[in-house]
């Protein structure tokens, strides 16, 4: 079963009919800010969409797991992680649905 979502070019066509760019224009500026929103959060910075909700880099520390298949025990290791928190307004249109 497939999930019901929304792709780059989904969003580009929905923003498009919003406003002056053409979907092709607006795929491009989503790009730009994907990037920027991507560096900044290498970079340790956090991000932050007014009314949509906040990215924080996160570290996730090392861990003992086991492998499924097989059930050998495995290190998985620590890493950093993008962590959303939905601001007020995204919680609150959510449960209006």
Known sequence: MQKNR?????IAALASEEGRLDTVGTE???MRIFKAMSAA???GKEVYIEG????EPFERKARNSR?????????TPAK?????????KLRDALLET
């Open 80 to 88: 950093i992680v993008a962590k959303f928190k939905p601001a007020k």
């Open 52 to 55: 949509f909700g906040g990215f």
């Open 67 to 75: 492998n499924p298949s097989t059930g050998e025990k495995l290190v």
């Open 6 to 10: 929304l792709n780059k070019a989904d």
């Open 28 to 30: 491009i500026a989503l």
């Open 41 to 43: 959060l290498a970079e």
